[in-house]
């Protein structure tokens, strides 16, 4: 009888480790799900010029987020909206890459607030830092350009490489991999908003700063988030 149990146990065992071996790994957690919107509550808070970055505790867990520069501070519960995800994104300012991040726009009052504040960190007509007159020569060559020649001809400009000479009135570094300068030389006008020209480069800048400005026009270029431009002048190269 004993010799039977032994035996009995023995095969039940063996089935359980069987079953055991069998049964599938659980699965890693899934990835969130597309959205365009993200909500947490703030953990971290740095800010640079033009942004503010946000460590949030959200139901996916802990994430980098980056908005316009706005008041917010630990412990708030925020609503990022028009996100768009971003690998491995490098902040100079902060010296610091982030395997993910989310670029987006603050919701409700605080997002407001830092709308009116800053403009946006890049909206299509932002308001220049550097407020005296610009008046700079106009690059030589057979694709130079003034900056009103750039905006204004900008269907004809597409896709070509332009020289544009100007003063940096607007830096803003490290921002989806680029830096990004509004160059203006006297030419055009602020009612037509002809007199004002966006840059992206990896060079650097500071307002004031007269520069040699070389790269390709582009048009309704879209990044997301909301950053969408009539005319651009894109991964340009800088001379000073």
Not at 38 to 45: T, Y
Not at 88 to 108: C, R
Not at 198 to 220: H, N, P
Request: hydrophobic fraction near 45%; include cysteine; aromatic fraction near 6%.
């Amino acid at each position: 009888m004993k010799l039977l149990i032994a035996v009995f146990v023995m095969i039940c065992s063996s089935v359980a480790w069987s079953a055991e071996k069998a049964a599938p790994l659980p699965a890693a957690k899934a990835a969130p799900a597309a959205t365009t919107v993200l909500k947490g509550e703030i953990l971290e808070v740095k800010d640079v010029e033009g942004y503010t970055y946000l460590r949030l505790k959200t139901a996916d867990g802990e994430m980098w987020a980056a908005v316009s520069t706005a008041k917010v501070k630990k412990g708030e519960k925020v609503t990022i909206e028009n996100v768009m995800m971003m690998s491995n994104f490098e902040s100079k300012a902060l010296k610091k890459t982030f395997p993910s991040i989310v670029f987006g726009s603050l919701a409700g009052a605080a997002g407001g607030a830092a709308a009116a504040a800053t403009g946006g960190a890049h909206s299509a007509a932002p308001k220049a830092e550097f407020t005296g007159d610009v008046k700079v020569a106009k690059a030589s060559g057979a694709d130079a350009r003034t900056v009103a020649e750039v905006v204004s001809k900008n269907a004809e400009l597409k896709d070509k490489t332009v020289q544009v000479r100007g003063k940096v009135v607007k830096f803003t570094e490290a921002v989806m991999g680029k830096n990004w300068i509004h160059l203006r030389d006297g030419s055009g006008s602020a009612a037509d908003k002809t007199d004002d020209l966006l840059v992206t480069t990896k060079d650097q800048a500071k307002v004031g700063d007269v520069v040699l400005v070389k790269g390709m026009v582009r048009t309704d270029k879209d990044f997301g988030s909301g950053y969408s431009y009539k005319v651009l002048v894109e991964d340009a190269s800088l001379q000073k």
